[in-house]
């Protein structure tokens, strides 16, 4: 079974038929302006899922929703089969980590881990040894004892995770929590929160709207706009077979080329653009859909000398063009070109591929699996 959408949207990947977080329906307003339009959503158990958006998609709606920090316009929530739609939070067996982390400043490491279990009267013993197995699994036993402003922002981040998890809740929420720091350290954090809930396996949903983080951490990812899900998949799909041309230019660098009337033959098109060469792309699209748009990511375009063959027999020809911006990035270099037809295509290019200087003539081209149509 799929995970359910609303009817406007479709998803690829393939479930369990048993969610442990059933999402249904839910709707909610602010003021009569609308944060989240029927969303309903399953996870399953041990999966970490990624929102992932803009700025006011609805996301961490969702998520203050789902913790029980708001409540909805209407809608179900369910977790391990219970339904928890009316339930207040404190008995909603949640976690949740904010982007502030909101440590408690004049209680120590161990104190703010602990402090989950003076709230559920754990007998003390059980609770001292839960502590102490935490402080071990976000690697802080050595720093225990020290308050947060002693606390770099890497660690006070890990005493935030310690303490949403200490109480073995049933879901762990966080909220943009890497938001603040510079990004060696949320890719170090980001991959330690994942150590984290591998460990411990605890259903695990996230907010960024940073894709790389969604891309690193995620089994699945659940793009938003608008207070609606646009897609959900796994990091893979979402990227290289987005459903529209706002996740497609969400989630990573893309060209996009509005195209009309392609000459479709079974999963596959014939494109041309205002007169240029025929070229084939994938079909991503349903048989009602007139506005259509090409996508194609700049690591996937060639670039060759003008009158050569292409690197390989499966790159089609697609224009040719002059670099007008060539910038080097390292491992890599990133060209614009600009062309009659198709104005500006960026490319990624890699050793050994030439020419790759600013002002220099080149033909261009992609692999038809690499080239996308997809609704504007």
Same mark, same amino acid.
């Given at each position: 079974m799929t995970s359910p959408q609303t009817s406007r949207v479709a998803t690829t990947t393939t479930v369990d038929p048993k969610p442990? %977080?059933?999402?249904? +329906?839910?709707?909610?307003?602010? &003021?009569?302006?609308?944060?989240?339009?029927?969303?309903?959503? +399953? *996870?399953?158990?041990?999966?970490?899922?990624?929102?992932?958006?803009?700025?006011?998609?609805?996301?961490?709606?969702?998520?203050?929703?789902? =913790?029980? /920090?708001?409540? $909805?316009?209407?809608?179900?929530?369910? !977790?391990?089969?219970?339904? *928890?739609?009316?339930?207040?939070?404190?008995?909603?067996?949640?976690?949740? !980590?904010?982007?502030?982390?909101?440590?408690?400043?004049?209680?120590?490491?161990?104190?703010? *881990?602990?402090?989950?279990?003076?709230?559920?009267?754990?007998?003390?013993?059980?609770?001292?040894?839960?502590?102490?197995?935490?402080?071990?699994?976000?690697?802080?036993?050595?720093? $225990? +004892?020290?308050?947060?402003?002693?606390? &770099?922002?890497?660690?006070?981040?890990?005493?935030?995770?310690?303490? $949403? %998890?200490? =109480?073995?809740?049933?879901? /762990?929420?966080?909220?943009?929590?890497?938001?603040?720091? +510079?990004?060696?350290?949320?890719?170090?954090?980001?991959?330690e929160i994942r150590r984290v809930q591998r460990e411990t396996g605890i259903t695990t949903l996230y907010v960024t709207h940073d894709q790389e983080e969604a891309f690193t951490m995620s089994d699945r990812v659940v793009v938003m706009n608008h207070g609606e899900i646009r897609q959900v998949g796994t990091p893979e799909e979402v990227y290289t077979r987005p459903r529209d041309a706002f996740v497609a230019n969400f989630v990573g660098e893309v060209n996009l080329w509005p195209v009309q009337s392609p000459e479709r033959t079974g999963d596959n098109a014939t494109v041309n653009i205002l007169g240029g060469a025929d070229f084939t792309a994938r079909c991503g699209y349903g048989p009602d859909v007139e506005a259509l748009t090409l996508a194609v990511r700049p690591e996937r375009v060639w670039v060759w000398h003008p009158g050569s063959t292409s690197p390989r027999p499966e790159i089609q020809f697609v224009d040719s063009g002059v670099i007008v911006e060539s910038t080097f990035l390292g491992n890599s270099r990133s060209v614009v070109i600009e062309s009659e037809r198709l104005g500006r295509t960026s490319a990624l290019l890699y050793d050994g591929e030439e020419p790759r200087d600013r002002g220099a003539r080149v033909a261009f081209g992609w692999e038809a699996k690499h080239a996308l149509i997809i609704p504007s």
């Open positions: 442990f %977080i059933e999402i249904r +329906d839910l709707h909610h307003e602010y &003021s009569g302006i609308t944060a989240l339009d029927r969303v309903s959503l +399953d *996870i399953q158990p041990g999966e970490f899922v990624t929102l992932l958006g803009p700025s006011g998609s609805g996301k961490s709606s969702l998520l203050h929703i789902l =913790a029980g /920090l708001v409540e $909805a316009t209407s809608g179900t929530l369910t !977790v391990a089969g219970r339904d *928890i739609t009316g339930v207040p939070p404190q008995k909603r067996e949640i976690g949740l !980590v904010f982007q502030n982390y909101a440590l408690f400043p004049h209680l120590t490491a161990r104190e703010n *881990i602990h402090f989950p279990h003076n709230v559920r009267k754990t007998p003390a013993k059980e609770a001292a040894a839960r502590v102490a197995e935490v402080l071990e699994l976000v690697e802080l036993t050595a720093l $225990a +004892d020290r308050r947060p402003d002693q606390l &770099s922002g890497g660690q006070q981040q890990r005493v935030a995770v310690g303490r $949403a %998890i200490s =109480a073995v809740p049933k879901v /762990l929420l966080l909220d943009e929590p890497l938001g603040a720091l +510079d990004r060696r350290l949320r890719q170090q954090l980001g991959h």
